[in-house]
Every structure is written in C-alpha cells, then in structure tokens.
C-alpha cells in the first residue's frame, strides 16, 4: 500500500491518498480542500477505482468532496452519527466566513468493525466518537497504520467544543480503542506529523491519566 500525504485548505488538513499498486485501486481518506489538487494525484496513480472514506464530517475533512465527484463519481463512506454534521456543511462554512455548496449524496454506511477491503489492503473501522458523534479511526492491521482524523495527534487530541463534542467520550474511545494497539502502529492524523501509538501512550500529556 502506497501512501500519498496532502495538505489541503486553510486548516492545514492531512488528506491520505492509499493506492494498492498492483490494482489501482485507491481510497482518499478525508479529502478536505483544493480538489484539483487531489485529483492530480488520483490521475498520477492512474487510479482505476477510488472510493473515499471520512473519518468525520468537519468541513475541513469534507469541503473537498463536491469537486472530487464533479470530476468521477465515487462511494463516500461516513459514520451515521454524523450525517447530519455532514449536510450542514454551507453552515459549518458559514461560522468560518467560508463558503461550502451542499455536499454530494453519502450513500455508504461505515459500521463498527467493518473491513473495507481495495487491492491487498484491509481497512478496519474503528469508531472513536468525542471529537464528533461519529468520529472514526481506519486500522491497516498488516501494513500497521492508523488512521486517526481529530481523534488523536502526536501529543494531543481532538478538541471537544464545537458542535456534538465530548471530552469524556473522546478519552473512553482512545483508551479503549487506540491505546491497546501495538507500540510500532504508525498514527497519521488530521493534522500536524505522524506519531506512534506507543509514543503517544508515553508522552501524550492528555492521556497520563486515561492510561496506566
């Protein structure tokens, strides 16, 4: 599995471009901004079948979903939790002075546990509510990569005051969700650079208390 970093918008947001080699196969995680840029990408992999994948519906994550579509039709999986953060996009742009049209149609319910599969790669949902109601992680188990949006960064974690936040929550699902994960698991988030799971259960001074 090849992985492709892009940071979109005025948020400074980390898109993740994951294309099976062998295949063409692709999934965009979170593609948040500057669509003609992610699609550049997409053409340069010769990607022959893409889906994309959100680990939550903050504009910053979604606002580029509109553009990607107009260019080729895909399937958007989301979290039912947070669909309708998801079709308050124009309003969600509106509290930043942004503007945002409606964004496509999210025809594909992510479930708990699910496995998403594309080429050789295995994805495997993890939801981890608190930053959003239906805030995911995606888990590569063999290629030991985790896919964490706002749930977690290296040396912090998502903030809980906007709209459908939860600190409590947020904590339960990194300690009963991310923290039991191997050491060598390599985190990407949403924003700012990769970490370690075991790094993060070490030194993420928001998680001393979570974990013992």
């Known amino acids: 599995m090849h992985i492709q970093k892009i940071t979109v918008g005025p948020f400074s947001m980390n898109c993740y471009l994951l294309v099976c080699p062998r295949t063409r196969e692709a999934v965009i995680i979170d593609p948040g901004d500057e669509a003609e840029r992610l699609w550049d990408a997409i053409r340069e992999w010769k990607v022959e079948k893409i889906r994309a994948l959100i680990t939550h519906a903050h504009l910053d994550h979604i606002g580029g979903l509109s553009g990607l579509v107009a260019k080729q039709p895909f399937d958007i999986g989301l979290h039912p939790a947070d669909q309708i953060l998801y079709h308050k996009l124009p309003e969600q742009g509106h509290w930043f002075g942004l503007r945002f049209a409606p964004p496509p149609p999210c025809l594909c319910v992510l479930q708990e ?54 600190e409590a929550l947020l904590l339960h699902s990194i300690r009963t969700r991310l923290l039991p994960l191997a050491d060598d698991i390599t985190v990407y988030p949403g924003h700012g650079q990769e970490t370690t799971i075991g790094r993060e259960r070490r030194n993420n001074p928001f998680l001393q208390s979570v974990w013992t």
């Open 113 to 166: 546990e699910e496995k998403i599969r594309f080429g050789e790669t295995e994805l495997l949902v993890l939801p981890t509510p608190g930053h959003t109601p239906g805030g995911v992680c995606f888990l590569a188990e063999k290629e030991k990569k985790l896919f964490t949006g706002d749930t977690l960064f290296a040396g912090s974690i998502g903030r809980t005051d906007l709209e459908g936040g939860d």
